[in-house]
Nanobody, 117 residues
């Protein structure tokens, strides 16, 4: 059984920064793409950023230039550095991973990010 555990959420003022982490554990044969998604109250879960095992990244337009996704393959961990935070970034942030042989339907429980104006 594999699991993903997020950490690093919290309350921050607009313009501030937070760094999210997500560590994968369990019987892991390898991890392809890892990503961050977010779900604001009353809205659907949306993509924020993804990173492949080779380091190629993809971002939703609204976070480009402010957020940076990175990963440590040796630690099976993905990070999301969030700068210049805005109130509209307020959401529960979820980690997702596409595991070799296991598939991509693996999610963490989420970490809440609240940005006050």
């Amino acid at each position: 059984q594999v699991q993903l555990v997020e950490s690093g959420g919290g309350l921050v003022q607009a313009g501030g920064s937070l760094r999210l982490s997500c560590a994968a554990s369990g019987k892991i044969f390898g991890i392809k793409t890892m990503g961050w998604y977010r779900q604001a109250p009353g809205k659907q879960r949306d993509l924020v950023a993804t990173i492949t095992s080779g380091g190629s990244t993809n971002y939703v337009d609204s976070v480009k230039g402010r957020f940076t996704i990175s990963r440590d393959n040796a630690k099976n961990t993905v990070y999301l550095q969030m700068n210049s935070l805005k109130p509209e970034d307020t959401a529960v942030y979820y980690c997702n991973a596409d595991f070799v042989l296991l598939g991509s339907d693996y999610w963490g429980k989420g970490t809440l990010v609240t940005v006050s104006s």
